[in-house]
């Protein structure tokens, strides 16, 4: 429901009404007359992905996909929710063991990717297999996933990482035929105190979905359903002395019994949170832009709280619209804040908020911080050097402009899950002081090897003084640098302040940032490397590389052709260094194709000037 303003909102805390401090109404449909440089992600990232505008996507495949035709089915879902995504939404994939195959991020590409990856999701058999072989189908019992649990806990995972992002719509796309809620009776022998497990489990789940005012939507790949052994080849009473009518008439009450089961189970949760259950089609992919249509527009609204010495309870939300016939679905409860300690002791406690950090769905983001990484080619091996840049200015104390700082930087392989690279330090930190456009900046630098591939980088920062942490994560993808013909590292950004006081044949030295928004009287300059096969023989021919910067209606402010040569390569490397200053306020899009033959490569650099 679009048009509604603050005046139409009324919001009860524990049955007291309170007073409405804040309102905002967000449309996320882009016009028209979108800007260029809204349609490409940025190439570095924050860890503040709360405080922005804009959905965050959860596309969780279950383990109850069945085998076959549903999982490329539940394929096309998950690729329709991808594309219906907007300039600002962010999406990740999850599986039900917990596994990230993508953590959040905007790049359609690498979600299309984790998608494609992985060809199955299920973990049964089909009914077809089931007819002709005896094998047991009991999932309460299955070790993979206890009493079911592990679905009821990624869901719990998702819910809680999800919490602390006010300002973002959030919706979690559950891919999937069933999902246990209840355990029912079992056989002694076979009881492993499911019962109590899944009620505990549940209870956990309803509280944090009422805490993160996540709206889940279950879509079922299943398709229309053929009910009854006789829809299928390998039909029962067969055999000799078998009674067919009979047991074919049992097998197919028993799949309708559980058939209407499991589509129920799908709607226990949209139900709760205000979501869709999309079952009996076989074409459920073609409601993914519905659903995402109907969060286009949502509301953020703050009331003020009623005072409390308790701390650390939770307190139920109620939320009204006036307008007839309107369902409002909000947050249901809160907690209120503890009083954080100030100081933290140094020793056990503070390497374990450092890996404590590098956890989660969300990265921590108790302080502001801004990560690129970029990828390059190493120096005689395989494995590339990916540089690591992160902005820790959000730690600089206004009394002393240096302090020392604990950082831990982890690798995590993407299709494995496994974390392949891991270090810790500590740095005293000097910070550059903030100017009235912004903050104190201090730009810490480092690398880890990588073989090619697609990773996630994950830096966790520590003030250890206080205790306090934060973290952000990044994903790279590490490209052949040894073996394609044509290849082009990632961009850095340097910036060179041009300070009047200083003489012209004054030499400043540029430093590396994680800005993309400059003024004016800052130099700016992007660095990249033109690779042909670092471990290649063969002889070195010229590459062609155009430069174009685009402002915000798609424009070509600059349009440079360049031909690097041989002469241009050291260890069949050129390096480029391309000025990108001196432009009126604005958006802007930075492209740099490099074509070889038939081979072609590019890069984009997404930057503003004010």
Same mark, same amino acid.
């Given at each position: 429901?679009?048009?509604?303003?603050?005046?139409?909102?009324?919001?009860?805390?524990?049955? #007291?009404?309170?007073?409405?401090?804040?309102?905002?109404? $967000?449309? /996320?449909?882009?016009?028209?007359?979108?800007? +260029?440089?809204?349609?490409?992600?940025?190439?570095?990232?924050?860890?503040?992905?709360?405080?922005?505008?804009?959905?965050?996507?959860?596309?969780?495949?279950?383990?109850? $996909?069945?085998?076959?035709?549903?999982? *490329? $089915?539940?394929?096309?879902? @998950?690729?329709?929710?991808?594309?219906?995504?907007?300039?600002?939404?962010?999406? &990740?994939?999850?599986?039900?063991?917990?596994? %990230?195959?993508?953590?959040?991020?905007?790049?359609?590409?690498?979600?299309?990717?984790?998608?494609?990856?992985?060809?199955?999701?299920?973990?049964?058999?089909?009914?077809?297999?089931?007819?002709?072989?005896?094998?047991?189908?009991?999932?309460?019992?299955?070790?993979?996933?206890?009493?079911?649990?592990?679905?009821?806990?990624? /869901?719990?995972?998702?819910?809680?990482?999800?919490?602390?992002?006010?300002?973002?719509?959030?919706?979690?796309? =559950?891919?999937?035929?069933?999902?246990?809620?209840?355990?029912?009776?079992?056989?002694?022998?076979?009881?492993?105190?499911?019962?109590?497990?899944?009620?505990?489990?549940?209870?956990?789940?309803?509280?944090?979905?009422?805490?993160?005012?996540?709206?889940?939507?279950?879509?079922?790949?299943?398709? /229309?359903?053929? *009910?009854?052994?006789?829809?299928?080849?390998?039909?029962?009473?067969?055999?000799?002395?078998?009674?067919?009518? !009979?047991?074919?008439?049992?097998?197919?009450?028993?799949?309708?019994?559980?058939?209407?089961?499991?589509?129920?189970?799908?709607? !226990?949760?949209?139900? *709760?949170?205000?979501?869709?259950? +999309?079952?009996?089609?076989?074409?459920?992919?073609?409601?993914?832009?519905?659903?995402?249509?109907?969060?286009?527009?949502?509301? !953020?609204?703050?009331?003020?709280?009623?005072?409390?010495?308790?701390?650390?309870?939770?307190?139920?939300?109620?939320?009204?619209?006036?307008?007839?016939?309107?369902?409002?679905?909000?947050?249901?409860?809160?907690?209120?804040?503890?009083?954080?300690?100030?100081?933290?002791?140094?020793?056990?406690?503070?390497?374990?908020?450092?890996?404590?950090?590098?956890?989660? *769905?969300?990265?921590?983001?108790?302080?502001?911080?801004?990560?690129?990484?970029?990828?390059?080619?190493?120096?005689?091996?395989?494995?590339?050097?990916?540089?690591?840049?992160?902005? %820790?200015? @959000?730690?600089?104390?206004?009394?002393?402009?240096?302090?020392?700082?604990?950082? @831990?930087?982890?690798? #995590?392989?993407?299709?494995?899950?496994?974390?392949?690279?891991?270090?810790?330090?500590?740095?005293?930190?000097? =910070?550059?002081?903030?100017?009235?456009?912004?903050?104190?900046?201090?730009?810490?630098?480092?690398?880890?090897?990588?073989?090619?591939?697609?990773?996630?980088?994950?830096?966790?920062?520590?003030?250890?003084?206080?205790?306090?942490?934060?973290?952000?994560?990044?994903?790279?993808?590490?490209? /052949?640098?040894?073996? @394609?013909?044509?290849?082009?590292?990632?961009?850095?950004?340097?910036?060179?302040?041009?300070?009047?006081?200083?003489?012209?044949?004054?030499?400043? #030295?540029?430093?590396?940032?994680?800005?993309?928004?400059?003024?004016?009287?800052?130099? %700016?300059?992007?660095?990249?490397?033109?690779?042909?096969?670092?471990?290649?023989?063969?002889?070195? !021919?010229? +590459?062609?590389?155009?430069?174009?910067?685009?402002? &915000?209606?798609?424009?070509?402010?600059?349009?440079?052709?360049?031909?690097?040569?041989?002469?241009? =390569?050291?260890?069949?490397?050129?390096?480029?260094?391309?000025?990108?200053?001196?432009?009126?306020?604005?958006?802007?899009?930075?492209?740099?194709?490099?074509?070889?033959?038939?081979?072609?490569?590019?890069?984009?650099?997404?930057?503003? %000037?004010?």
């Amino acid at each position: 429901m679009t048009g509604l303003n603050a005046s139409d909102f009324t919001v009860f805390e524990n049955g #007291v009404q309170r007073p409405v401090r804040a309102f905002t109404s $967000i449309q /996320l449909r882009p016009n028209a007359g979108t800007a +260029v440089a809204a349609t490409v992600p940025l190439d570095v990232v924050t860890n503040q992905v709360g405080q922005q505008e804009g959905r965050l996507v959860v596309i969780l495949m279950d383990r109850s $996909i069945p085998s076959g035709q549903p999982t *490329l $089915i539940a394929r096309k879902v @998950a690729v329709a929710a991808v594309g219906a995504l907007g300039p600002y939404d962010l999406a &990740a994939l999850v599986s039900t063991s917990g596994a %990230v195959p993508q953590n959040l991020t905007a790049d359609r590409t690498r979600l299309i990717n984790a998608i494609n990856e992985r060809r199955d999701w299920s973990t049964g058999h089909s009914k077809e297999l089931k007819d002709v072989m005896t094998i047991p189908d009991d999932a309460l019992s299955d070790g993979r996933c206890l009493c079911g649990l592990c679905v009821l806990e990624t /869901l719990t995972r998702i819910a809680d990482a999800v919490q602390n992002t006010p300002r973002r719509r959030k919706v979690l796309l =559950f891919i999937g035929s069933s999902v246990i809620f209840q355990a029912g009776p079992r056989a002694p022998s076979a009881d492993v105190g499911c019962d109590w497990r899944v009620s505990e489990a549940r209870r956990r789940l309803f509280d944090s979905l009422a805490l993160s005012n996540l709206t889940v939507h279950s879509i079922d790949p299943s398709g /229309l359903a053929s *009910l009854g052994p006789q829809t299928r080849a390998g039909a029962l009473g067969g055999k000799q002395g078998e009674d067919g009518p !009979v047991r074919r008439l049992q097998k197919m009450q028993t799949e309708i019994s559980e058939l209407l089961s499991d589509q129920g189970s799908l709607h !226990v949760l949209p139900d *709760l949170t205000g979501g869709r259950a +999309v079952s009996n089609t076989n074409a459920p992919e073609a409601k993914v832009p519905e659903i995402f249509g109907e969060s286009d527009t949502y509301y !953020v609204v703050g009331f003020e709280r009623g005072m409390s010495d308790q701390r650390d309870d939770k307190r139920s939300i109620e939320v009204k619209v006036a307008r007839p016939g309107v369902r409002v679905y909000a947050q249901r409860q809160y907690t209120v804040p503890a009083v954080e300690k100030s100081v933290v002791p140094r020793g056990a406690d503070a390497p374990m908020s450092l890996e404590k950090a590098l956890r989660g *769905l969300l990265p921590n983001a108790s302080r502001p911080l801004t990560l690129s990484v970029g990828a390059f080619a190493g120096s005689d091996t395989a494995s590339a050097i990916v540089m690591v840049n992160v902005d %820790v200015g @959000a730690f600089a104390n206004a009394r002393e402009m240096a302090m020392p700082l604990e950082f @831990a930087v982890s690798a #995590v392989n993407q299709k494995t899950g496994r974390q392949i690279a891991f270090a810790r330090e500590t740095a005293t930190i000097r =910070f550059k002081p903030g100017t009235s456009n912004r903050r104190a900046e201090a730009n810490v630098q480092t690398h880890v090897e990588l073989t090619p591939g697609d990773y996630e980088v994950r830096v966790a920062v520590s003030d250890p003084a206080t205790g306090i942490a934060a973290s952000v994560f990044c994903p790279v993808t590490v490209p /052949l640098f040894g073996n @394609a013909p044509l290849s082009l590292s990632d961009v850095i950004v340097e910036t060179t302040d041009r300070m009047p006081s200083l003489p012209a044949s004054a030499t400043q #030295v540029p430093t590396t940032t994680t800005r993309r928004v400059f003024e004016q009287d800052e130099g %700016v300059r992007a660095l990249v490397q033109v690779y042909q096969g670092t471990q290649r023989t063969d002889v070195i !021919v010229p +590459v062609s590389v155009r430069t174009t910067i685009l402002d &915000a209606k798609g424009r070509a402010i600059r349009d440079q052709l360049l031909a690097l040569t041989a002469k241009d =390569f050291t260890n069949r490397r050129a390096a480029l260094a391309l000025d990108i200053g001196a432009l009126p306020s604005g958006d802007y899009v930075l492209t740099v194709d490099a074509s070889l033959a038939r081979q072609k490569t590019s890069r984009v650099l997404h930057f503003a %000037v004010e």
